[in-house]
């Protein structure tokens, strides 16, 4: 199985910081990584597919960059609605979620 | 709209057996890849298991901590996906989601989730 690894698990930053979240694969899964928010009592919203497609209706201060084993998903100016936890997710063989990074507002 | 229609949860002893069900409107389900997630009390996500369209084989796959406990299945004349668990553990407790398969050329993210089903393995 890939194994996918995000790391920081937990990030504080101010609003309108630039917020940095990496996902890393234990082997090449070429572009097929999404990314997820996820707000406490909710199902996950989609945010990017493809390693860097916005899914429609997703704010542009998101973006998501990187192949192979190395990805990430930055918040350009962080606002208070993006305080949630935040999911990378490998379909490159079969399916498998990144463990979580928590952004909280300071 | 897409909607996901969840039922089968519940309270069940170690060992037993639970079948979730998954009604889905709102897509094509007849050509839809499907997929469940879980997610335990305060933890990540997990995925649990998924199955192509029978128009692309029908063929369903399971990571390691669930295969040959699990199994997914679908009847496209219901639009309804199934989760039949056995040999349930305490650590299958879990808040379970049915979630379609975006893509077209290469399958495999989640646009959309229902609410989920919550599912508890205690005695």
């Known amino acids: 199985d890939i194994q996918m690894t995000q790391s920081p698990s937990t990030v504080s930053a101010s609003v309108g910081d630039r917020v940095t979240i990496t996902c890393r694969a234990s082997?090449?899964?070429?572009?097929?990584l999404a990314w997820y928010q996820q707000k406490p009592g909710k199902g996950p919203k989609l945010l990017i597919q493809?390693?860097?497609s916005l899914q429609s209706g997703v704010p542009s201060r998101f973006s998501g960059s990187g192949s192979g084993t190395e990805f990430t998903l930055t918040i350009s100016s962080l606002q208070p609605d993006d305080s949630a936890t935040y999911y990378c997710?490998?379909?490159?063989?079969?399916?498998?979620f990144g463990g979580g990074t928590k952004v909280e507002i300071k | 709209e897409v909607q996901l229609v969840q039922s089968g949860g519940g309270l069940v002893n170690p060992g037993g057996s639970l079948r979730l069900s998954c009604v889905v409107s709102?897509?094509?389900?007849?050509?839809?890849?499907m997929s469940w997630v879980r997610q335990a009390p305060g933890k990540g996500l997990e995925w649990v298991g998924r199955?192509?369209?029978?128009?692309?084989?029908?063929?369903?796959d399971y990571p390691t901590p669930v295969k040959g406990r699990f199994i997914v299945s679908r009847d496209d004349s219901k639009n309804t996906l199934y989760l039949q668990m056995d040999s349930l553990k305490t650590e299958d407790t879990a808040v379970y989601y049915c979630?379609?398969?975006?893509?077209?050329?290469?399958?495999?993210?989640?646009?959309?989730w229902g609410p989920g089903i919550l599912v508890t393995v205690s005695s």
């Open positions: 979630t379609p398969e975006g893509g077209v050329d290469w399958h495999g993210y989640f646009d959309n």
């Open positions: 709102g897509l094509s389900f007849r050509t839809t890849w």
């Open positions: 199955i192509k369209s029978n128009t692309d084989g029908g063929t369903a």
């Open positions: 082997q090449s899964i070429s572009s097929w």
């Open positions: 493809r390693a860097s």
């Open positions: 997710q490998q379909y490159n063989s079969y399916r498998g």
